[in-house]
């Protein structure tokens, strides 16, 4: 192994196409695993984030939060279903809002909360204060700042960052029910909602329940005018969240595939380069297994300087990308893609093994 | 004791539904510390006896004893073992790996073996130093003269202390004068560690550095 070590060493030159290629495709997905988690968690945030196990829906919504409505009666209902701890109703509207000094309105998502989401504090005790996903800050949103929001300009004041917290790529406001009634009622005086009703409730289940069986029990309560359906369930139904990842997770298949080829390729000609090299080895007493360690090693070392200098390079690019896309380069996808791509460079490795049992030690001589 | 010796070997290969035979019945007996020049014209069985004797190949029929150990009957992992042990090989064209040093292409040897490291390098140290490639141990093969990377490759042969040396046509690509240094290189270090050498030349002007000539004439030896 030292000599492949030594080889790597002293002779980079002969790497380097492979390790460019490779480089190449380190950013590739980690641009890819990037946009895709940027997409999903800018979509998804204001559901991941919430307290409850289950989100309840009204059953002829079909999962939309937004035509979604539960009165007051259903809310009662749900809360005495066995299993059930705690209730908390949720509200959202979807606007614009102008931010001071900026010429185009910033998208957002402006909840009404009962029961504080993940990393939210407690709603806020004053009429039109709001605490504000810190991605807003890339669109000119800044703490103490009054945004106004929606048509009619209402505002509502900024008091706080929180984080992860968007919906469907909305920046997520969050303040407590009244103000998103009243944002609701100034922008859409048609859609408001009469007092108690919310659009979803978020569901804390009691230590040691099923969820699953809750679930069922809430939309049995309910005599089936409800939908209750896991925070997972309610992430993946919303629009275009499956779709999305699906098409984002074939090209980055495909990504890891075309990793394993450049190896397979690269060190196939390597070793159909080297068999005179190795014939002689195995004269010498090595073994086809400590040959195919040394490729094997080599593989794993180029993919593993590629994988580093590519995501040094992804991540002075993201630098440049524009605030509108949505790019979020996160530790657990650089290691996703780096344990993918080391699996994938000792898969294509392994292509050469065959070629480096069948070289006979007998050819070194003459 | 023999260093090595083949009792009625012969290596036969087929070729379709013809059987050509590369050694026939060919029986061996080097002594310790002998160097047996072993001639013959092209295809008549050298490299073929050479490979046997070696482990790199094995025979269709009959024995071979290294230092009295019978390989005839190894597997390949034995006789991977064996070669790694037991033989040093200086081959034709030197073949030193171009990246590594002088030192380091000693050491390859060891790193198969999983050798003591410490010990390894005071090793090959040692064999650069006798050979007098001290000064050179940590120069390239492409930074080396032809003659001190054939003294390298013979310090590799020794590297595991083998009690027989295969020498595959030492002077094949070199002229008379270099020719003759480095038979007379090999020659004193085979002497030097009392080890039994086979040495496989076409040229007959080398063969005055061994201690007893065959010639081997369509696979069947025949005393010089």
Redesign the interface.
Known sequence: ???AF??LR??PGRFAPAAIALVLLTLLLLVLGGLLDGLYNGSTGALRAQPGELLVYSSEAKLSLVRSRIGPKTIAEVQQVPGVNEVGGIGVGLLGAAVPGQAADASVALFGYELPPKGVPAPPSTLGEVYADRSLQAVGVAVGQSLLVGPQHYPVAVIGWVSDTNFLLQGGLWGNVDTWRAVVASARPDAVLAPGTFQALTVVTETGANPSEVAAAIDSATSATTRTVTRSEAVNSLPGIKEQRATFNSIIYTTFFVAALVVALFFALLTLERI??YA????????SR?IFIQVMSQAIVITTIAFVVGAVVAVLASLFIPAQVPISLTLSRGVQVAVGLVVMSFVGSTISLRRVIRVD??S??? | MSALKLENVRKVYQSGEDEIVALDYASLDVGDAEIVALVGPSGSGKTTLLSIAGGLLSPSEGHVMVANDEISGYDPKQLTAFRRESVGFVFQNVNLVPFLTARENLLVVADFDRRDKKKATARADQLLGELGLENRKANLPGQLSGGERQRVAVGRAFMNEPALVLIDEPTSALDTKLGEQVMELIVSEVRARDTAAVIVTHDMRMTHYADRVLTIVDGTLQPG
């Open positions: 192994m030292r000599i030594i080889e002293r002779r005179g090299m002689v080895f195995k004269a010498m007493g090595a073994s400590q030690p007998a070194a001589i003459s």
